[in-house]
C-alpha cells in the first residue's frame, strides 16, 4: 500500500531532517504506538518501520520502551511454573 502525505515544503527545513529520515521516524513512531496499544506484534511494529526485528528492539531501547512479545498462554505458563516452583520451596 502507498500512502501519500502533503506536507508543506519549508517543514522538513523547520524540523532539521531530510525527507528520508522524516519519513523513517513518522513510521517507528506509528509502528511504536500501535505496539503499545498491542494492536501490533513486535515484529509486525518492525516491518511497518521499516526494521529487522532486531534493530527493531534496539530502537525501543533508546526509547526507553518495554519489550513484551510473549503470547498469553505462555505467559500463564511462566506464572504457573513459578507458582509451583514457590510451593515446593515452602
Do not use: C, W
Not at 511462566?78 to 515452602?90: D, E, R, W
Request: charged share 25%; no cysteine.
Amino acid at each position: 500500500m502507498q500512502l501519500t502525505i502533503n506536507i508543506p515544503d519549508n517543514f522538513l527545513i523547520s524540523v532539521k531532517e531530510k525527507q528520508e529520515d522524516f519519513i523513517k521516524t513518522m513510521l517507528f513512531n506509528h509502528a511504536l504506538i500501535l505496539y503499545r496499544k498491542n494492536k501490533l506484534s513486535l515484529g509486525k511494529a518492525a516491518e511497518l518501520a521499516g526494521y529487522d526485528r532486531l534493530t527493531f528492539i534496539q530502537k525501543l531501547q533508546l526509547e526507553n520502551e518495554t519489550i513484551y512479545d510473549y503470547e498469553p498462554e505462555l505467559v500463564n505458563e511462566m506464572v504457573n511454573n513459578a507458582q509451583q516452583t514457590l510451593a515446593l520451596l515452602k
